[in-house]
């Protein structure tokens, strides 16, 4: 019997258009703001449903401007020799918690283990990270890039246990019982 082995994989969601979460944020303060008036007198209750409803526009106006990078482990050779390539920075805290200098590895570990790009609809994006990433990472704010750097992290030096979802677990008993 030959055993196959399938990589860990991950997923990042990335909005392009970084204002609609300013939009996002003022729609729903001003939902909330209305909400909680509304709980007070009821009378006050007459636009909330259009607050609402400005607020799940944005959010579809979000996923519709988000694709999903699919982030893939390397194998670990590949992976040992870019930690080999890229030593600690002496007396930096956080190489020396990895055993490897972040900021350069990630710059080639990144792309590297970028396996595919989807729209919301699932349908596959034309992008190279071998020629593409750079342009894009130098246009992201540090957070959005450390969703990327996390994300490689977690494949590639992450605990690889099978899940258990609790919730589910009691789910499917609930439902056995009925």
Known sequence: MTL?????ETRVSFCLDGDLKAAHEAAEAEFNAART???GDARLN???KQLAQKVTDVEAEMKASTVEFLVRGLKRSAWQ???AEHAPREGNAT?????FNLETLMVAAIPACIAAV???AGEALEFDPATEW???ADDMTDSQYEDFVMAVLRVNKGRNEVPFSLSAYRTIQASDQM
């Open 4 to 8: 196959t082995v399938k990589r860990p």
């Open 134 to 136: 750079d342009a894009l």
């Open 81 to 83: 020799d870019l930690v």
């Open 118 to 120: 989807e729209n919301q």
């Open 95 to 99: 190489d020396k918690a990895y055993g």
């Open 37 to 39: 008036k509304s709980l």
């Open 46 to 48: 007459s636009g909330l």
